[in-house]
């Protein structure tokens, strides 16, 4: 059974290396910084999601440490069990009044906190409605949630609004990015709320690649665009993206996370984050209201990135986000464009099918706020170069 099992398996691997798909890890020798050490090299690092360069900052390292002293390396337990610290509490109030609604929940990750929103709002009688660029774990949570389940043109408001008026479900529950994660662009969340509102859906917004970055304050697209929690009742944000720490949260109102903690299963049957990180994160975020420069910085950066590519022929999409993908003709030639870049000392990321579509793949650069004017310019020298 086993010689079976590993023959069908390898023969699956070998197809999908010669379609140039196939995976690699890369193991690093450092901690996440605008410079990597990658097999006794020092690459700048092009491809992490620490958008305001805090995951090595020595204010947040310090509360951590702190909270590692007080509550020591692991939670014990779930939230409903022992697990759920004041270190917790306090996150979770600081976070709902960051964004401005009456509550928000921790959950362990992106990922868990949309499987277990999706799963505990949606069932079999009702409808899932997703943007067709939709993060994976999104597209899962519709998947499993066992209720129809459908995805809408990429940004598209008007097919949403059709799928929408000819949907049977009972409750009708959409979801999008609010920074689509390989594309850069922005999700058209007025009118998204404008048709949801018509069709009596809820609309929610996984803004794991604008918290932080996006808004006066940093508190994501939402903010930006002046939405109220009666525009977007559901609001998902990560914290190990700019935050520079781990886990996630959703914020919205005191009957929606009470719904959480009741139904969703990803919350209920899985152990606390360590409350160590919840303290780092508060401490995160007081840096994200207080640093503006960071975000300052960080957008001088992307328009220094974006005018320099178009000198140089770069096909890029239409982002002023952190997030700029360079199209490349075939998966072969991503590949061979990012080992040449590897080679030249820049780590960017290889994305291909299925993390994007056929015929999209591009290499995926993201830019933060601890880079400099230097390293960019270097990055479009080399990028010039291969």
Same mark, same amino acid.
């Given at each position: ?11 699956? #691997? ?48 310090? @509360? ?18 022992? $697990? ?38 949606? $069932?079999?009688?009702? %409808?899932?409605?997703?943007? +067709? ?9 519709? #998947? ?13 408001? +008007?097919?949403? &609004? ?51 970055? #996006? ?51 990803? +919350?209920? +049957? ?36 974006? %005018? ?34 590897? &080679? ?24 933060? @706020? ?13 990028? &010039?170069?291969?």
């Amino acid at each position: 059974m086993s010689n079976s099992m590993d023959r069908l398996l390898q023969e699956n #691997l070998e197809k999908r290396r010669l379609q140039h798909l196939y995976r690699s890890r890369v193991r690093v020798d450092s901690g996440c910084s605008d410079q990597l050490s990658v097999n006794g090299k020092t690459v700048h690092n092009f491809c992490s999601n620490d958008y305001l360069g805090l995951a090595e900052n020595a204010v947040i390292a310090d @509360a951590f440490k702190q909270g590692i002293d007080h509550y020591g390396t692991g939670s014990g337990a779930s939230h409903l069990i022992s $697990g759920h610290t004041k270190a917790h509490c306090d996150l979770e109030q600081q976070l709902a009044e960051f964004t401005g609604r009456p509550r928000a929940l921790l959950f362990s990750s992106g990922y868990m906190a949309n499987m277990g929103v999706i799963g505990a709002l949606a $069932g079999r009688s009702d %409808a899932v409605l997703e943007d +067709y660029l939709n993060h994976a774990s999104l597209l899962d949570g519709g #998947l499993l949630s066992r209720a129809k389940f459908q995805r809408y043109k990429h940004r598209d408001c +008007y097919d949403l &609004d059709k799928k929408l008026s000819a949907s049977k479900g009972g409750r009708k529950l959409v979801v999008t990015d609010g920074v689509f994660s390989m594309d850069g662009d922005l999700a058209p969340l007025p009118q998204l709320a404008d048709v949801c509102g018509k069709n009596d859906a809820w609309l929610m917004v996984d803004d794991a690649h604008g918290f932080g970055v #996006l808004g006066n304050s940093g508190a994501g697209i939402v903010e930006q665009l002046g939405l109220d929690i009666q525009q977007v009742p559901i609001l998902m944000g990560t914290l190990g993206k700019a935050f520079g720490t781990y886990g996630a949260f959703v914020a919205g109102s005191e009957a929606l996370i009470e719904t959480l903690v009741q139904f969703s299963r990803s +919350y209920i +049957y899985t152990t606390a984050p360590p409350p160590a990180v919840a303290v780092a994160t508060s401490a995160s975020l007081e840096l994200v209201k207080k640093d503006q420069w960071r975000r300052d910085k960080l957008n001088q950066l992307i328009a220094r990135f974006r %005018a320099g590519a178009e000198q140089i022929g770069l096909r890029l999409m239409d982002s002023k986000t952190p997030i700029q993908p360079v199209l490349m003709q075939s998966d072969a030639q991503v590949l061979d464009a990012n080992q040449k870049l590897l &080679d030249s000392g820049f780590m960017v990321g290889a994305i291909r099918p299925p993390t994007v579509p056929e015929g999209t793949g591009r290499l995926r650069i993201t830019l933060s @706020a601890s880079h400099s004017e230097q390293q960019v310019d270097a990055l479009l020298d080399a990028l &010039d170069r291969c």
